[in-house]
């Protein structure tokens, strides 16, 4: 154990961050230092092991959590006291876990199965199975209160929504 201290001591002269991406995708509901933060100014031993630590969990009954940058580097320096120059950045990351519909197979994306109007929740209900494309998603929102997805406008049948 004092070997990873010395490391994170020495590397903490060098730049980790957190990452500069504005959605990070789950598998599981644990939220892992390697999910949040460039871990490259440690030696692959190192980075795998602080990269392995869990520093949040998704709510049970909520897939995505929008947290800002700040929170995100607090949480991995309490998780990691020695990484104190962890830079942060501005703006905030939204966390999610991947959803899978039974029967998908190969398809983890979704589009609107009916159109919904601005400001609607979105559930699996409202979802279908849609191939994964690079393109565009329909204007989507984050109600922190509700914990909810919503339509950031008219979404029509089809809208591609993603992972």
Known sequence: MAGIFFHIFAAAASLCAVTSAEHVELDTRDVRVRDVASLGCFENETRSELGDLVIARLPENNRQMTLSRTAIANLVRRRAPALS??????????????????????????????????????????LEAAPCADHARGPLTYDRASGALRAGGDLAQGDYIGR
């Open 85 to 126: 120059e962890l830079a942060a950045g501005d703006g905030a990351i939204t966390i999610g876990q991947r959803v899978s519909v039974a029967g998908a197979g190969a398809l983890e994306c979704f589009a609107l199965a009916h159109p919904l109007p601005n400001g609607a929740a979105i559930s699996m209900d409202d």
